[in-house]
């Protein structure tokens, strides 16, 4: 089963004048477009390029489809339920994967979401990049903690699956601050966590920012001890689906090592074996209790 990444037209609150017209400090926008997309092609028009190159690299006829760009429930419900059943109907495509923000789901929308996992596999991304209201105020991200608790408790009360994606590293966090983001994840009940290292992108606040020596961003050994600090107090019953991310190489500013995905995720897998650590061994769970989870 592989995600493929498809674009819907979406926006977000801090760029259409709700909360804001400058988006979060760190975002592109055409950073989370698909590479095969163009302004204006249908639903089924980039699933049928997307499926059709993953199908010849992977061999697999199995597929998510994966709502990347911006805030993906960001819509009115009759929009979004004809653009997710678009998506289903593809063949090959087994499910939904929706990146989104967690002020931006309303009640109805989570009732489709629910009705539709009734049917389907359904998994909703929320970006919730820190368990600090002031990094949060600092990213311009527009929303609270609050937010990210209530999301999470709404969500999974309709028993739909989610995940967090969460930022490390964001200039003026401190770690204290950043593991604080591990304790929101345990306590959030959600499934997986996606780990993002801090990307300067192009055209950004955040690259404004580094361009005036305001900031410098981690090396890649300090990268690696603060995932392995997270993970360490992760519970272990929650999936890792990253700990790591990279960014178009056209559009990156900094770090350089980011670029080289393997490499940053065989260091944080060093930084464990050198600590002889594990996933949620700070929260007292040994090695042999993961393997029952």
Not at 205 to 234: C, H, N, V, W
Request: with cysteine; aromatic share 8%; proline share 4%.
């Amino acid at each position: 089963m592989y995600k493929v990444s498809i674009a819907g037209g979406f926006t977000c609150p801090t760029r259409d004048g709700s909360r804001g017209t400058e988006g979060c400090v760190f975002c592109n926008p055409a950073g989370s477009e698909p590479k095969h997309y163009q302004p204006g092609m249908t639903i089924t028009k980039q699933l049928e390029l997307a499926t059709e190159y993953v199908r010849e690299r992977h061999e697999t006829d199995h597929f998510l489809a994966y709502f990347q760009d911006y805030t993906t429930t960001y819509k009115d419900v009759k929009s979004l339920k004809k653009m997710y059943r678009e998506a289903l109907n593809f063949p090959g495509i087994r499910g939904l994967s929706l990146c989104t923000r967690p002020d931006c789901i309303s009640e109805d929308v989570m009732d489709l979401l629910k009705d539709l996992s009734q049917e389907t596999f359904v998994w909703v991304e929320l970006g919730i990049q820190s368990g600090c209201d002031v990094t949060l105020l600092r990213m311009n991200r527009g929303h609270t903690v609050y937010d990210s608790e209530t999301a999470f408790e709404k969500l999974h009360k309709r028993n739909i699956r989610t995940a967090a994606h969460v930022i490390l590293g964001f200039p003026g966090e401190s770690r204290k601050e950043t593991l604080t983001t591990a304790k929101l994840v345990n306590k959030s009940g959600t499934a997986g966590v996606k780990l993002q290292n801090l990307h300067i992108i192009k055209d950004t606040q955040l690259a404004e920012q580094y361009k005036k020596g305001e900031f410098e961003p981690m090396r890649r050994s300090e990268y690696a001890g603060l995932a392995a600090d997270f993970i360490e107090r992760t519970r272990p019953d929650i999936v890792i689906q990253r700990v790591t991310g990279e960014a178009p190489p056209r559009m990156l500013v900094a770090p350089e090592w980011a670029i080289n995905k393997l490499a940053v995720m065989n260091r944080v897998k060093r930084e464990l074996m050198y600590r002889d650590s594990w996933q949620g061994r700070l929260l007292g769970y040994t090695m042999e209790d993961i393997p029952s989870l």
